[in-house]
């Protein structure tokens, strides 16, 4: 059995969590308008929120990979507002795709809303 997750943070090619995705077929990206992420740090929590568009990574993943992504994220499946992270189901451009959404407070952290995570800042020139 396989599922769709979209990924926004340290899952993303790249970043220092994606080896989790090793079995995981890439899909695509997408900008979801109603996804806002807070920068926690050294990594991102995402909330459902209009935005601008936040770019996710979509990949289609077996039900091993799901449960490891589960556990690095913190889901409690027995009461989802306890856990680091809850998931959702959200639509996407291929189709509907989980998506972790932070439980804790973002009070005070710096948020985005359009593009993606880590924030590329441009050199002064």
Known sequence: MTTRVAVYGTLKKGLSNHHYMNRARFLGEDRLHNLV???LGPYPGARLEPSA???V???EVD???FTQLDV???VDERNSTQGLYHRRQLATNQ???WVYLYN???AGCPVIREGGWPIRVKPVV
């Open 37 to 39: 992420l807070y920068d």
């Open 53 to 55: 568009g936040v770019v």
């Open 57 to 59: 990574e979509i990949y």
């Open 63 to 65: 039900s091993q990979t």
């Open 72 to 74: 690095l994220e913190g």
């Open 95 to 97: 189709g509907q795709a």
């Open 104 to 106: 804790h407070t973002t």
